[in-house]
Nanobody, 128 residues
Framework: VQLVESGGGSVQAGGSLRLSCSGSGYTFSSGCMAWFRQTPGKQREAVARSYRGESSVYLDSVNDRFTISLDNAKNIMNLQMNSLKFEDTAMYYC????????????????????????WGQGTQVTVS
């Protein structure tokens, strides 16, 4: 499995960026896809996660600003990030695994990095 992120860069606060994750060896529509981010000295945190593109969950601090989407035909996952804040600065990673679980009547993807086996190399997002 190979995941490759793109789209990171530097942007001023209030601006937008669109991250993309392309993959091979894993069908994005077969399970969970997620975006994590990490800053130095901290654990990775799940920014957005989606089961087959059908149900998505967001970190509270990015809700209403970030949108995760899947193009299953192309095996691409995107993260549209609007109204970026300084605290969004981090290395962003895409992750994948068939680790969904049934919770409150819907399939849900886990938020812990330990539950994902497939990772990209990361793309840096810097907000100033």
């Amino acid at each position: 499995v190979q995941l490759v992120e793109s789209g990171g860069g530097s942007v001023q606060a209030g601006g937008s960026l669109r991250l993309s994750c392309s993959g091979s060896g894993y069908t994005f529509s077969s399970g969970c896809m997620a975006w994590f981010r990490q800053t130095p000295g901290k654990q990775r945190e799940a920014v957005a996660r989606s089961y087959r593109g059908e149900s998505s969950v967001y970190l509270d601090s990015v809700n209403d600003r970030f949108t995760i989407s899947l193009d299953n035909a192309k095996n691409i996952m995107n993260l549209q990030m609007n109204s970026l804040k300084f605290e969004d600065t981090a290395m962003y990673y895409c992750a994948a695994d068939q680790n969904q679980f049934w919770d409150l009547g819907t399939w849900t993807c886990p938020s812990s990095e330990n539950d994902y086996n497939y990772w990209g190399q990361g793309t840096q997002v810097t907000v100033s």
